[in-house]
Every structure is written in structure tokens, then in C-alpha cells.
């Protein structure tokens, strides 16, 4: 249910106050632990006991208050941020069409802090480079002008700080941390849904740095429209400044996302290595990085050189199960690759830009299914020696151009993973 992380964080704070043949009380001094097992965890706590004893069973939470005299050493600590990662930087950011807006606005922000596009809100999926804008803002400003002061956190840490500067009676601590910088960065705004008190400080710290020309920046997984539990009037300010989007990379970026994923480690990845992992992973940036460094780490173990064979060894757990390959599948395939419709594929059109994938595609129909040529032609309503004479020209282009035949190769690897 919970991998090492959530459960360090989130499990060990709990403690049992109750227990009875049908029922368990759970308790915790921190509101943000049952806030997130209660949205969370709670049902799968319950299947388990449920499982484990063979009967109805349920699982309740109570807050227990802390100490009021606070530890001298803790009531006088300063609130930590979190650091800034060295290479989450513009120049390190590979821009596609998915996410040139998003960059440019936030390289905009970096160069003019507080002039425009105030906030700037950020918004897409898990994984696919919010958080590497959010650094590289901050990296760029204090390069521009040293002394800025820039704060970035999570929301997570956000609520966290303010629980506990409110359980210590220390929220003088809290705003001069928060409303005393030049820059504030934070991270998964969504989750500030539903806490009321901190939205209630955090509209005044928002409403304190906007007010007075200072730049505030968020990313979230989706636009404030659609965050559950927010307040109208934190709503309408997120969205007075800019709101831009980052959609999932197309296959050109994610190609060029691993080609420097694999320099900045000291790789030149083959063409045909970076194809196959770059059509295994579609949706997710994060994702695509891991299937590179567990490949990389693969072949250094083994001491083996990078190929395609090498590739499907590492990732063979991960891999979408092998389906049986139809003369429609590699058509699709070979469709999407280029850019083009199935139907013109199969159409009468003649141009260049068409008649080349409808040849790659019969050309992959006998390579991978060993069909016969009256078989492609039927096909692609086309006579047989069309199929034939589509065969022998593409097999001329893959032994003249090593590009090309790199790109077969990625073709038929993708059919004929293990």
C-alpha cells in the first residue's frame, strides 16, 4: 500500500489509543497525518484488518493536543526550506511544443520578478517538468540579481510549518519567514485544498507579496478551477495572473529529453536506443528518466554496450506485455509515426509524404508477419507487384542510409519485444 517514504512520513506519528475485538482508535498531535490518512489510507486500513481477523472491522482517528509548553530548543528554531537542485535550470530544460509556453513565461518571470505574469501558475501532470521550472525560475532570478531573497517549498511543508508555528504560538516566525522574500515558489498547490486555516494565512501571505510587487509562482497538478476544497477568493486570485499548461512530451522531445538525460551523464545513447525508450513511456518525463538510468546502470553491470536487446533486458518488467502484431497494428504504428491518417495510408494518394509510410508499412508486414505479396497488395487495394516493388525500395534505402535503417530497426524492435 505505502512504499519506505509515505510510510516514514505518514505511519510512525500514529499511536493507538483504543483497541477492541471490532474497532481501533488511532490518534496523532499532528492535524496534517489525519488529514492524509483520512483521505488516504483509511479504507485500506480497514480491508486489511478486515482480511486479518475475518469480520467487520473499523478504524477511527482523534487528535491528541500537543504539549503547551514547548521545548526551548524547538521554539526558537528557524523554519527550513527546501534547497534548490543545481542542474534544474533553463538551460537544462529540453523545450517542445508541449511546454514552450510554460517555459517562456516562467523565463520571463525569472528576468523581471514581480513585473509580470503575477502569479504565475503552472499546471499539468506528475512528472513532467513543473517542479524543474519552479528551480530554474529561482536559478535564473538570484544569477540576474544575487541578493534576491527566494523561498521554494512544497505545499506539504507549507502546511506542516504553519501547524506547528500555530501549535507553538509562533506565527510571528512563520509571516517573517513567508512575507519577507522576493520570490515564493510552491510546489502542488492542490493540496492546500480543504485546510481551511491555512488558506485563510496563506491568502494574507499571498495577498502581503502580490500587493507590494513580489513574485509569486505555483505549480499544481490541475488548473485552480478543479481544486477540491479551495476557497473562491484564493481561486480568483490564482488565476488573475497567468495560467499556462505542460502537456506530455511528443516522441521528438522525448527523444531529445533522453539524448541530454544521457549527456549529462557522460552518454551518447544510439538513435535506435533512444527510439525504443522513447516509445515506451509516453506520458511522463520522470518516468522516461527512470527507464534511462536503470537502463544505463543495467549495462554498466553487465558491461555490456547500449543496444536495443540490452534495453528490453532492463526495463522487461515494465514493458507493456507482448500482443499479437496484426497488419493493422504496424499500419497504426507507422500512421502515428508519421504523422498521418490511417486512410491515407490505404488511399490513392501518391504524394511523397504518403507514399513512403504506405511502403514502410508493407514493407513491415513481410519483414515481421512473412505475408504474401498478393496478400500486402489486397491489403492496400493495390496489385501485387506494387507490394513487391514497395519491399525492394525501402530494403535499398535501409542498406544505403544508416539513419533510416536505425529507424526500421526501432520499428521492428517495438513488434518484437520479448
Known amino acids: 500500500m505505502l512504499g519506505d517514504e509515505d510510510y516514514e512520513t505518514w505511519v510512525p506519528p500514529l499511536q493507538v489509543q483504543e483497541e477492541t475485538k471490532d474497532l481501533l482508535v488511532l490518534t496523532s498531535d499532528k492535524p496534517i497525518v489525519l488529514d492524509w490518512i483520512k483521505d488516504h489510507l483509511i479504507n485500506d486500513l480497514e480491508a486489511v484488518a478486515r482480511s486479518h481477523f475475518g469480520r467487520q472491522f473499523q478504524v477511527r482517528l482523534g487528535s491528541v493536543q500537543p504539549s503547551s509548553v514547548p521545548n526551548q530548543k524547538e521554539s526558537t528554531r528557524r523554519i527550513q526550506t527546501l534547497p534548490l537542485t543545481p542542474h534544474f535550470t533553463f538551460d537544462r530544460f529540453v523545450i517542445g511544443p508541449s511546454n514552450q509556453f510554460a517555459c517562456a513565461a516562467a523565463a520571463a518571470v525569472a ?8 502569479p504565475l501558475f503552472i499546471y499539468g501532470g506528475s512528472g513532467l517538468g513543473k517542479t524543474h521550472l519552479l528551480h530554474a525560475v529561482a536559478h535564473r532570478a538570484v544569477e540576474k540579481k544575487p541578493g534576491l531573497r527566494v523561498v521554494y517549498l512544497t505545499t506539504e511543508q507549507f502546511v506542516n510549518e504553519f501547524i506547528y508555528c500555530l501549535q507553538t504560538k509562533d506565527l510571528d516566525l512563520f509571516r517573517q519567514t513567508f512575507r519577507d522574500v522576493d520570490i515564493l515558489l510552491v510546489d502542488d498547490i492542490q493540496f492546500i485544498g480543504g485546510k481551511e486555516a491555512t488558506q485563510q494565512e496563506f491568502f494574507h501571505t499571498f495577498n502581503t507579496l502580490q500587493s507590494s510587487g513580489r513574485q509569486v509562482v505555483f505549480t499544481s497538478d490541475c488548473r485552480p478551477a478543479d481544486i477540491k476544497g479551495l476557497e473562491e477568493r484564493l481561486r480568483t486570485r490564482f488565476m488573475q495572473g ?23 551523464q557522460g552518454w551518447d545513447l544510439p538513435e535506435d536506443v533512444v527510439l525504443f525508450i522513447a516509445r515506451q513511456v509516453q506520458n511522463n518525463v520522470r518516468e522516461l528518466e527512470g527507464c534511462l538510468n536503470r537502463t544505463i ?15 528490453r533486458q532492463a526495463l522487461f ?10 497488419p493493422n497494428h504496424i499500419i497504426r504504428f507507422v500512421a502515428q509515426h508519421y504523422g498521418i491518417r490511417v486512410s491515407d495510408i490505404k488511399g490513392r494518394n501518391n504524394r511523397r509524404s504518403i507514399a513512403l509510410p504506405r511502403q514502410v508499412s508493407m514493407f513491415l508486414i513481410r519483414d515481421l508477419l512473412d505475408l504474401s505479396y498478393p496478400e500486402i497488395g489486397r491489403l492496400f487495394s493495390k496489385h501485387h507487384s506494387t507490394a513487391m516493388y514497395a519491399v525492394e525500395t525501402i530494403g535499398k534505402m535501409r542498406r544505403s542510409n544508416p539513419d533510416f535503417d ?13
Not at 536505425?406 to 520479448?418: C, E, I, M
Open 111 to 118: 528576468e523581471r520578478p514581480g513585473e509580470t505574469y503575477n
Open 242 to 264: 497567468l495560467l499556462t499548461d505542460i502537456q506530455p512530451p511528443d516522441l521528438e522531445t522525448r527523444c531529445a529529453i533522453l539524448k541530454e538525460k544521457g549527456r549529462a
Open 317 to 326: 518488467d515494465i514493458l507493456p506485455e507482448e500482443q499479437e502484431v496484426t
Open 297 to 311: 546502470a543495467f549495462s554498466q553491470l553487465r558491461n555490456s554496450p547500449l543496444t536495443t536487446d540490452v534495453v
Open 406 to 418: 536505425a529507424t526500421l530497426t526501432s520499428f521492428t524492435d517495438h513488434f518484437q519485444r520479448p
